[in-house]
């Protein structure tokens, strides 16, 4: 798993929180934007079961945005992270390319938590 990306003023700080756990099919993903002047940073979480990561939105390969679809991160099966430019695989559990262009590199984490039935942001 990659280390975090410098950092981002747009990149929202620790107890944020993005959504009710509930709100988040199982399997299912979700995206989110945030802004501070010309800064912008995106991240998803995918739910699995009572786990959730949290992953920057940038594929390793080209750093564009990994779904060209709101919260469609995730094959139709649910079981990896998909990129919509090239077809890479993600493992959702730890960010690993099983497949495509770069097999062997990881997402980078975005750590998130379940904290209440909330989805937050860290780190933890």
Not at 8 to 13: E, K, Y
Not at 68 to 79: C, I, K, N, P, S
Not at 83 to 88: L, Q, R, V, W
Request: with cysteine; aromatic share 8%.
């Amino acid at each position: 798993m990659k280390s975090p990306e410098p950092e981002n003023p747009a990149r929202p700080p620790p107890g944020v929180r993005l959504c009710a756990l509930g709100e988040l099919p199982d399997p299912g993903s979700r995206g989110f934007r945030f802004r501070h002047d010309r800064y912008m940073f995106a991240g998803f979480v995918v739910r699995q079961g009572h786990e959730v990561k949290g992953w920057v939105d940038s594929c390793p390969h080209n750093g564009w945005p990994l779904s060209a679809l709101d919260d469609r991160y995730l094959t139709r099966e649910g079981d990896r992270i998909i990129c919509a430019a090239h077809g890479a695989m993600f493992r959702p559990a730890d960010g690993l390319c099983v497949a495509g262009p770069c097999a062997d590199d990881h997402l980078t984490a975005w750590p998130v938590a379940v904290v209440g039935g909330e989805v937050v942001t860290g780190p933890f």
